[in-house]
C-alpha cells in the first residue's frame, strides 16, 4: 500500500493496513513519492483541493484509491469540485490520466476507520460503499475495505460516487452494509440526487 498525505486519515489508515499485515510507504507533501507510488495500490489521502499535485506520471496505469472529498474549509470555495455533473473522483481521475481510480474510505470519519472495524460476520460491523469504472479494481479495493474491517458495498461506476460525496445521507452516516445498500437506492429521490439527476440532464 502506498499513502499520498499523512494528516489525519493517511496516519490512521496507514495503521489500520499495517494492522492487517500490508506493507505501507507513504509519503507527505515534501517527500519523494516515487517509492508510495509504485505500490501495488495507492490512497490518495490529500486535501481534494490540491489534487493538481499529484504526481501524475507515476500514477499512470496504478490502482488509485481516492479517499479524497471537497471541504470547504479545507479546500476554500471551489465551484470545479462541487458541479454536481460530476463526482469529485472523475475529476481525480481525469487529471490522473490512465490511472485505475477507485473511490472508497472517504465517507466515513477517522474517528470511525480507528474504532468501527469489526470482524467479518460481526452484526455491528460497518459498511464502506466502492466506486469504480472497472468491476476486477472495484474488486480489489473491496478486499482492502474487508481487511480493513468494513463491510464493501459496490455502488458502481465512478460517477456514482455522488452518492456518498458530502452533501449526501451516506457521507459521516455511520451505516451497516443493508443500511448503506437502501440509502444508495434511495439516493436519487434525496435533494442533492435530484440536484445532481437535473445537472446530468437525467430528469
Ligand atoms: N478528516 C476526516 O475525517 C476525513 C475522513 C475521510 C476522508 N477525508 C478526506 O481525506 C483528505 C485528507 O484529509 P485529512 O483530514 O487527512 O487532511 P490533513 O490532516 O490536512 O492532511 C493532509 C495531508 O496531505 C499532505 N499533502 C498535501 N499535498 C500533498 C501531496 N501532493 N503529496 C503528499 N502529501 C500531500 C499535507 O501535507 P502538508 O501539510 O505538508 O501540506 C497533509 O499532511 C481530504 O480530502 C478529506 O476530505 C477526511
Known sequence: MGILGIGRVGAV????????????????ST??????????????????GRYR???????????????????????????????????TSETVAAFLDGARVVKALGHASVWELENLGRPAG???????????????????VAALVDALGFDPVDAGPLAAGVAFEPPTEIFGSDATAAELRE????????????????????A
Do not use: H, K
Open 183 to 202: 440509502m444508495l437506492d434511495r439516493f436519487p429521490r434525496s435533494q442533492r440526487g435530484r440536484v445532481v439527476a437535473r445537472a446530468r440532464g437525467e
Open 13 to 28: 489508515l496507514a495503521r489500520l493496513c499495517r494492522a492487517a499485515g500490508l506493507e505501507v510507504t507513504a509519503a507527505s
Open 53 to 87: 499535485t499529484l504526481p501524475r506520471d507515476l500514477l499512470r496505469g496504478r490502482l488509485v484509491v481516492d479517499a479524497m472529498n471537497y471541504w470547504w474549509e479545507l479546500d476554500g470555495a471551489r465551484p470545479d469540485l462541487d458541479d454536481p455533473t460530476t463526482s
Open 31 to 48: 517527500d519523494d513519492p516515487s517509492a508510495a507510488c509504485a505500490a501495488d495500490v495507492v490512497l490518495l489521502a490529500i486535501p481534494l
Open 122 to 140: 460481526d452484526p455491528d460491523r460497518r459498511g464502506l460503499a466502492i466506486a469504480g469504472d472497472d468491476a476486477r479494481d472495484r474488486a480489489a
